[in-house]
């Protein structure tokens, strides 16, 4: 006798073949789809380099849950449960304040291939891929809230030294695990109150910039993408990095790319919409995926309307090999395992909506400028039994399905 979700599984399929939808191929073609787990909703960002400082820069995990992990331990037997939770292909994305110092502080402008190679020893025995980030605030040299755009030259040169040696110890990974790693830059730079001369910073960081990107590496190793930002907390008024500032510098460098992070726009802005300004030219994207509540709060990601469009718009460009996917926040209000799966769990869920939608036929109305049929499909759509085929990938892939909070966490 079938069992439960074999069974949901079998009314799914015929309902979906109804309209076109092969939900067995939808499934296979999510197995080949990355998502990127970034590791520090584990710890509420607090890294191996020094895991007592406070968080700076306009970042900030807010709660009072008391699952953050206490220590290096603690941190991987956490991780590996996170991931062990997620059905699916996954990379999981490091901050170079996660270094193993090997018996000895280097600080950041110091750091080497050398304090990863656990890391890439981690990844092949899990078999995960590898993405990075430089991490250019909770940091003495940050303190003013300016890095690569610093007035002051002594603290430029720290910043892209450790900019310069990110890049290598991406390529360093993507190569070790033969899958392309990518080094995204995030910088906190900017002013809290009314600012006069915006251009000077600007050109400091594009300046910074240049000096950083260099040096070439092979782009099946790593590539580069840069993060822009609205506002950060304390840094309301003027951000040095913003999208417009990024894009101009991705569509006129090579192996490198903007990335977009969700909760870093106004609220009535879509990302889907922005998706194919860049697929057009040509360009890759890195997409960060948060869930802003009235601002950049970096809430665990859910399958919000939000999110399901966005993954829902790659599926209908067929984009997979040109936008990479990674989580991004820190909510330390609830259990951080659950947070870390949770977020991933949410996005696979999108990808799979997306996948199970019949999108040739609806560009077909399209075409045909049958906007009613169109309309109409797209809200049938949200009815059908999606979640019935995301139980059985769950079971495919031996990973809690329906109650996997409580089997994981309670059981």
């Known amino acids: 006798m079938m069992d439960r979700i074999d069974r949901g599984y079998e009314i799914a399929k015929e309902m979906y ?34 895991p007592h400082k406070g968080l700076t820069g306009g970042i900030q ?34 901050h170079a304040i996660y270094r193993d110092d090997l018996g000895s502080f280097v600080d ?8 990863f190679a656990s890391w890439a020893e981690w990844a092949k025995e899990h078999g995960v891929g590898l993405d990075f980030n430089p991490t250019y605030f909770s940091h ?3 303190d003013t809230d300016f890095t690569l755009s610093s007035y002051d030259r002594h603290i430029r040169e720290f910043w892209i030294e450790h900019g310069k040696r990110c890049r290598r110890i991406s390529a360093y990974l993507g190569k070790r695990l033969k899958e392309v790693c ?37 782009p099946g190793h790593m590539t580069d993408s840069w993060e822009s930002k609205l506002f950060g907390l304390g840094l309301e008024s ?10 101009n510098y991705a569509m006129s460098h090579e192996n490198c790319m903007v990335c977009m992070d969700m909760g870093h726009f106004h609220p009535t802005e879509q990302i889907a919409d922005k998706m194919t300004s860049y697929l057009a030219f040509g360009k890759e994207v890195m997409l960060h995926v948060s869930r802003p509540v009235r601002w950049d709060s ?74 009613t049929r169109r309309l109409a499909y797209i809200e049938r759509q949200k009815a059908m039994p999606f979640g019935l085929v995301w139980d059985k990938y769950c079971q495919k892939n031996n990973v809690p399905a329906g109650d996997w909070v409580e089997s994981a966490l309670y059981g």
């Open 17 to 50: 073949a109804g309209i076109g939808v092969d939900t067995d191929m939808a499934m296979e073609r999510l197995d080949d789809i990355p998502v990127s787990m970034h590791c520090w909703q584990i710890d509420d960002l607090s890294g191996f380099e020094n």
């Open 61 to 94: 995990a807010t709660g009072g849950d008391t699952s953050r992990a206490k220590n290096k331990e603690e941190f991987f037997r956490n991780l590996e449960k996170a991931l062990a939770l997620v059905p699916g292909r996954k990379k999981v994305a490091l």
């Open 108 to 115: 950041r402008d110091a750091i080497e291939p050398a304090h």
């Open 140 to 142: 003495e040299k940050a």
């Open 182 to 218: 990518i080094n995204n830059h995030w910088i906190p730079d900017g002013y809290k109150d009314l600012t006069v001369d915006r251009q000077e910073h600007r050109e400091l960081l594009l300046e910074s910039m240049n000096q950083i990107m260099a040096e070439k590496y092979d």
């Open 238 to 247: 003027y951000t040095v990095g913003s999208h417009e500032f990024y894009t």
């Open 298 to 371: 970096d809430h665990v990601v859910i399958l919000s309307d939000e999110v399901r469009d966005v993954m829902t718009e790659i599926c209908r460009q067929n984009a997979f090999d040109r936008v990479h996917i990674g989580t991004d926040y820190f909510d330390a209000s609830i259990n951080r395992v659950a947070a870390q799966a949770l977020g991933a769990r949410s996005i696979k869920q999108a990808l799979l909506y997306g996948l199970l939608e019949p999108a040739e036929r609806l560009k077909k109305y399209e075409l045909e400028g049958d906007y």
